[in-house]
């Protein structure tokens, strides 16, 4: 059994939003939801530190527990407020930052490895700029002697490459030993976390740190580095799509959700973005432009170029929806088709039914919203209105231009509109009188 600390108790200054730090997304989720993600299959017992007022970031982490950090007192002391918590744990605990969303379960399985080789494990990195990190200062046999923060450091220890990235992991009565007797003499006054590598030692435990790309072990302070760390998360997304047998002809260009699914032989044309909740079964195409959130798109099925479907779309096998068509709660039956400037909202399309370019369900009236039902092979001619609630039937047809109030039979034809008129020699202008 092992347990992990993850401490997020930080505003984030640097981010310079009213929000929490790790309440900011990456792939369509919180940071710390990828973060809690990693350590799933790791540790069995989360708890998670938070600030005062960060109610919404306890709702986003249930059902982990939380523990409210009242005043930020440093690294050290977040830790130490959930050990009550944890009384009466005996396996090993891992602390965490909930600005490290990067992290991956290997990395993590590695970090808790060493530990069963030595008394204390931590995750270090040789970071390109090693900036302002705490500096993981090594003793002759290769352990680790302590960590320096760079407010405390030397010139000379600051000149060593190895960073602290901030994940430590003990056995629990170690490390609440550690923890409990930290101190506040620094340049920060606060209570340093990194100091219970020197608390280890100072016992004569073995002290060991494990080394992580700076990719994966890399803190989120400002947008700048929110923006790489997306970056980061969209590469290994769309890594994981195309050997999952989808193709996507300029990867660079597609924007993926954490969980979206992509069936072989999937084709994802440049610049479609997917939002959180979408599924794409074998053989459908999504071409470009298009924007997807919340639907499924089954087997052999067409969307866009320049198509919309919103929370709630299901689009048939092989259904096609074409450019500048918008769905919303509408279930397309296999093969309909709604190919161009169409917007269907809280609908149901039979199998095999035709929407003409221009059709529109109305299906707010400014209180409520109604359903719409089309009957298969149904043919719904180009710029049809149709007012909610209103059914029409299998088979049916509705003329162009037609507002359709009322249900239409099956096999009807519906025509609703005003008739036309011609009116002989009146195409020409009325000359006037001279
Ligand atoms: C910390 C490490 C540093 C390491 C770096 C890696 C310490 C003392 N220093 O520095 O060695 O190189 O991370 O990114 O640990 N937090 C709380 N309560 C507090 C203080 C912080 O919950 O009282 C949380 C923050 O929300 C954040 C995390 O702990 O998620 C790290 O705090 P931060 O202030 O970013 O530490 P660094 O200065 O980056
Ligand atoms: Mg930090």
Redesign the pocket.
């Known amino acids: 059994m092992r347990a992990a600390i993850i ?4 505003q ?1 200054t640097r981010m310079r939003s009213s929000q929490p ?2 309440m900011h997304h990456l792939a369509g989720r919180p940071m710390v939801q990828h973060l809690l993600a990693a350590c799933a299959p790791v540790f069995q017992r989360i708890v998670v ?1 938070v ?1 005062p007022g960060m109610e919404e970031l306890a709702a986003a982490v249930a059902p982990h527990a939380t523990v409210v ?1 009242q005043e ?7 830790a130490r407020i959930a050990a009550p918590l944890l009384e009466g744990f005996g396996g090993d605990v891992a602390v965490l ?4 969303p990067l992290i991956t379960t290997a990395t993590l399985e590695r970090l808790v490895a060493a530990r069963d080789a030595a008394d204390l494990a931590l995750l270090a990195m040789r970071p390109a700029e090693p900036g ?3 500096r993981v200062v090594l003793d002759g046999a290769g352990q680790v002697a302590r ?1 320096v ?1 760079h407010a405390d450091a030397t010139e000379e220890e600051r000149a060593i490459p190895l ?4 994940v430590v992991c003990a056995a629990a009565p170690h490390l609440f030993r550690w923890l409990s007797a930290l101190r506040n003499d620094n340049r920060q006054g ?1 209570y ?3 100091d219970v590598v020197a608390a280890a030692r100072a016992e004569g435990l073995r002290t060991t740190a494990v080394e992580a790309p700076e990719a994966e072990l890399r ?1 989120i ?1 400002t947008r700048v580095e929110l923006a790489a760390a997306e970056a980061e998360i969209q590469s290994r997304l769309r890594e994981a799509a195309m050997l999952g047998g989808a193709t996507l002809t300029d990867p660079g260009s597609v924007t993926l959700a954490w969980d979206t699914r992509l069936a072989p032989d999937v084709v994802v044309e440049p610049h479609v973005v997917f939002a959180p909740g979408v599924m794409v079964e074998e053989g459908a195409r999504i071409r470009a432009f298009s924007h997807l959130e919340g639907c499924v798109v089954r087997a052999n099925a067409i969307i866009g170029p320049y198509a919309r479907l919103r929370p709630g779309a299901d689009v048939g096998q092989g259904a096609h929806v074409g450019n500048f068509v918008e769905l919303k709660a509408a279930t397309l039956g296999p093969g309909a088709k709604a190919n161009h400037l169409t917007y269907l909202g809280d609908v149901t399309v039979g199998a095999g039914a035709n929407i003409g370019a221009g059709t529109i369900t109305c299906n707010y009236d400014g209180v409520n919203k109604h359903r719409t039902e089309i009957g298969e092979g149904a043919f719904i001619g180009s710029d049809t209105a149709l007012v909610a609630p209103v059914r029409v039937g299998a088979r049916a047809i509705t003329a162009a231009g037609s507002v359709i109030t009322e249900d239409v039979p099956e096999d009807a034809l519906a025509i609703a509109r005003g008739r036309q008129a011609n009116k002989p020699g009146r195409g020409v202008k009325p000359r006037r009188k001279s």
């Open positions: 401490l997020a108790a930080g984030g730090k790790v530190v600030g950090q930020r007192l440093g690294t050290g002391h977040a930052y909930g600005d490290n302002r990190y705490g960590i923060e960073c602290n990235a901030g606060e340093y976390l990194t803190g302070n």
